[in-house]
């Protein structure tokens, strides 16, 4: 999950009004009393934010706090849990002091201690695709009192006010999360967030109530929230259309969201809510696995890949091709993979083959998650795999699973070739290159790449302007396009469908695009 550097590009969303005319809403509960139901496919894997870098982080925004955050509109850490600055010129020394009287749900004093303890444990569990590869920058913690904790870098790093802005960064009870492992899952969350998680069941259900004891930005306009996990966005759909929720966040299809936007009887008293350019999707290959260990069988795919053709038949419109890791809108996007390959062409990929003595059809497995990036994942491995077979370079298997196991097997290094996302993290291109790169990385599969990790990335890092770093992230695509460890696809728009009483929406997702669910809220008449 990382971002842009302009998060305004991000957090800029239009309401679209399906069907026009007046209701008025009559209760004895007031707007901001009301509660509100959520629908998405998108199921957090862990409710632990030591164990996550995923879009677990739905769920921890809403339910825990960070000393940092980006308020919608902000395109720069705020204050949430702690006022923040670098105490030094070399960006090395980062002090945070925390609000006053500040508690976790269960009524535990949220001081300086506890800090500590939550960023400590995530670099003491280290866990598989957790958040510890953010803290690379991090030497030590130190606190002051029972307010102030100061951050020492071993090296400037501009960038860290942004992770710890991040819901990775979510403040957790010591008496509740252990320092050396990860909390048990109970279904239960202490937290000192805008909500309480008062219920829970996998994949199903959880219910979220206002929590008193909460101190930061965040202004409730409604109740409570209820979120509805779906195995799929049909499922969803209907029940949007039932009424039973009130809206849908993540997963819905192209075909979906065009079809919301017909003036169908069926989408009588429905709005859709578009913010553009959010996300990106693309390939990974595991080059531990021989079958794509070697780089002319990644050139030729990259040689062959007709996104056009991809986001037309799949996508709809609701996506745009994308020809580099950082995506349109960011500072030090390129279109680095057009540049060198071109329009698709099967006589260049065949010369490539050829000339690494590759004379077979090349068999691959193709992976993709089936419950985390919506039902049109399936449609476009499909696409991907018609694509390479019509070459007749390639025999594509295309298989899928559900994201906790799937996540599991590909950071075991277990699939070639997979599909994976990316939603904003924070507004740097360094967000988009930095994760995918080491030994260990969020994808699993090392990456090494000395000229990146150890020259670019911390050059840029010292520079507080971080419209300054262009030229550093303009080579690193280049050196990743020579790679082609990585295959970029498209970037696209996230989508909000709700009823036609439920404002807010235009407000909802934050510069990350992680779910606000405070800003939603029943209107009192439309």
Same mark, same amino acid.
């Given at each position: 999950?990382?971002? *842009?550097?302009?998060?305004?590009?991000?957090?800029?969303?239009?309401? $679209?009004?399906?069907?026009? /005319?007046?209701?008025?809403?009559?209760?004895?509960?007031?707007?901001?009393?009301?509660?509100?139901?959520?629908?998405?496919?998108?199921?957090?894997?862990?409710?632990?934010?030591?164990?996550?870098?995923?879009?677990?982080?739905?769920? %921890?925004?809403?339910?825990?706090?960070?000393?940092?955050?980006?308020?919608?509109?902000?395109?720069?850490?705020?204050?949430?849990?702690?006022?923040?600055?670098?105490?030094?010129?070399?960006?090395?020394?980062?002090?945070?002091?925390?609000?006053?009287?500040?508690?976790?749900?269960?009524?535990?004093?949220?001081?300086?201690?506890?800090?500590?303890?939550? $960023?400590? +444990? $995530?670099?003491?569990?280290?866990?598989?695709?957790?958040?510890?590869?953010?803290?690379?920058?991090?030497?030590?913690?130190?606190?002051? /009192?029972?307010?102030?904790?100061? %951050?020492?870098?071993?090296?400037?790093?501009?960038?860290?006010?942004?992770?710890?802005?991040?819901?990775?960064?979510?403040?957790?009870?010591?008496?509740?999360?252990?320092?050396?492992?990860?909390?048990?899952?109970?279904?239960?969350?202490?937290?000192?967030?805008?909500?309480?998680?008062?219920?829970?069941?996998? +994949?199903?259900?959880?219910?979220?109530?206002?929590?008193?004891?909460?101190?930061?930005?965040?202004?409730?306009?409604?109740?409570?929230?209820?979120?509805?996990?779906?195995? /799929?966005?049909?499922?969803?759909?209907?029940?949007?259309?039932?009424?039973?929720?009130?809206?849908?966040? +993540?997963?819905?299809?192209?075909?979906?969201?065009?079809?919301?936007?017909?003036?169908?009887?069926?989408?009588?008293?429905?709005?859709?809510?578009?913010?553009?350019?959010?996300?990106? *999707?693309?390939?990974? %290959?595991?080059?531990?696995?021989?079958?794509?260990?070697?780089?002319?069988?990644?050139?030729?795919?990259?040689?062959?890949?007709?996104?056009?053709?991809?986001?037309?038949?799949?996508? *709809?419109?609701?996506?745009?091709?994308?020809?580099?890791?950082?995506?349109?809108?960011?500072?030090?996007?390129?279109? @680095?993979?057009?540049?060198?390959?071109?329009?698709?062409?099967?006589?260049?990929?065949?010369?490539?083959?050829?000339?690494?003595?590759?004379?077979?059809?090349?068999?691959?497995?193709?992976?993709?998650?089936?419950?985390?990036?919506?039902?049109?994942?399936?449609?476009?491995?499909?696409?991907? @795999?018609?694509?390479?077979?019509?070459?007749?370079? !390639?025999?594509?298997? $295309?298989?899928? @699973?559900?994201?906790?196991?799937?996540?599991?097997?590909?950071?075991?290094?277990?699939?070639?070739?997979?599909?994976?996302?990316?939603?904003?993290?924070?507004?740097?291109?360094?967000? %988009?290159?930095?994760? !995918?790169?080491?030994?260990?990385?969020?994808?699993?599969?090392?990456?090494?790449?000395?000229?990146?990790?150890?020259?670019?990335?911390?050059?840029?890092?010292?520079?507080?302007?971080?419209?300054?770093?262009?030229?550093?992230?303009?080579?690193?695509?280049?050196?990743?396009?020579?790679?082609?460890?990585?295959?970029?696809?498209?970037?696209?728009?996230?989508?909000?469908?709700?009823?036609?009483?439920?404002?807010?929406?235009?407000?909802?997702?934050?510069?990350?695009?992680?779910?606000?669910?405070?800003?939603?809220?029943?209107?009192?008449?439309?």
């Amino acid at each position: 999950m990382f971002n *842009r550097t302009s998060l305004q590009a991000a957090a800029a969303l239009a309401s $679209i009004s399906l069907v026009s /005319g007046c209701g008025v809403f009559s209760d004895t509960e007031s707007a901001g009393e009301q509660r509100i139901t959520i629908g998405t496919t998108s199921s957090p894997s862990t409710l632990d934010p030591a164990a996550s870098w995923d879009n677990s982080w739905e769920i %921890f925004r809403n339910v825990y706090q960070t000393l940092l955050s980006f308020p919608t509109g902000t395109t720069t850490p705020k204050t949430d849990a702690a006022d923040c600055k670098f105490t030094d010129t070399s960006s090395r020394v980062f002090e945070c002091t925390l609000l006053e009287g500040l508690k976790f749900s269960n009524g535990h004093a949220l001081d300086a201690k506890a800090v500590q303890h939550s $960023i400590q +444990r $995530i670099r003491t569990i280290d866990a598989e695709g957790g958040p510890n590869g953010m803290l690379g920058s991090l030497d030590s913690i130190e606190t002051v /009192g029972d307010r102030t904790v100061v %951050f020492k870098l071993n090296k400037p790093d501009a960038t860290f006010p942004f992770v710890l802005a991040t819901p990775a960064m979510s403040l957790v009870d010591p008496a509740e999360y252990p320092a050396d492992q990860l909390r048990k899952q109970d279904g239960k969350v202490i937290g000192s967030g805008p909500y309480v998680l008062d219920g829970y069941e996998v +994949r199903k259900q959880a219910e979220l109530s206002p929590n008193p004891n909460y101190k930061g930005f965040a202004a409730r306009k409604n109740g409570g929230v209820t979120i509805k996990y779906f195995d /799929g966005s049909e499922a969803m759909v209907k029940a949007l259309r039932a009424e039973e929720i009130d809206a849908t966040y +993540r997963g819905l299809t192209a075909e979906e969201v065009t079809s919301l936007q017909e003036g169908k009887e069926e989408n009588k008293g429905l709005q859709i809510v578009e913010s553009t350019g959010a996300d990106i *999707r693309y390939l990974v %290959f595991n080059t531990q696995d021989e079958s794509v260990a070697d780089p002319a069988v990644r050139k030729a795919i990259a040689q062959l890949i007709d996104r056009d053709e991809l986001v037309s038949k799949v996508y *709809r419109g609701t996506a745009e091709p994308l020809y580099s890791m950082v995506p349109k809108g960011i500072a030090a996007h390129t279109t @680095k993979f057009f540049d060198t390959y071109g329009h698709p062409d099967k006589e260049k990929a065949e010369k490539i083959l050829r000339k690494a003595g590759i004379t077979d059809k090349v068999e691959l497995n193709f992976w993709y998650t089936t419950d985390r990036y919506g039902s049109s994942t399936a449609a476009e491995f499909t696409e991907l @795999k018609r694509q390479l077979e019509a070459s007749g370079l !390639f025999k594509v298997t $295309i298989q899928g @699973k559900p994201w906790t196991e799937y996540q599991a097997a590909y950071q075991k290094g277990e699939y070639a070739v997979f599909g994976r996302g990316w939603f904003p993290d924070f507004p740097d291109p360094d967000n %988009f290159v930095a994760p !995918f790169l080491g030994q260990k990385n969020v994808l699993g599969t090392p990456y090494l790449s000395p000229r990146i990790t150890k020259e670019l990335l911390p050059k840029s890092r010292r520079e507080s302007d971080r419209g300054a770093v262009t030229d550093e992230f303009v080579e690193a695509q280049s050196i990743m396009v020579d790679d082609v460890r990585l295959l970029p696809l498209w970037q696209g728009k996230l989508y909000i469908a709700a009823r036609e009483d439920i404002g807010g929406g235009e407000r909802a997702l934050d510069p990350q695009t992680v779910m606000q669910l405070w800003e939603l809220h029943r209107r009192a008449s439309w």
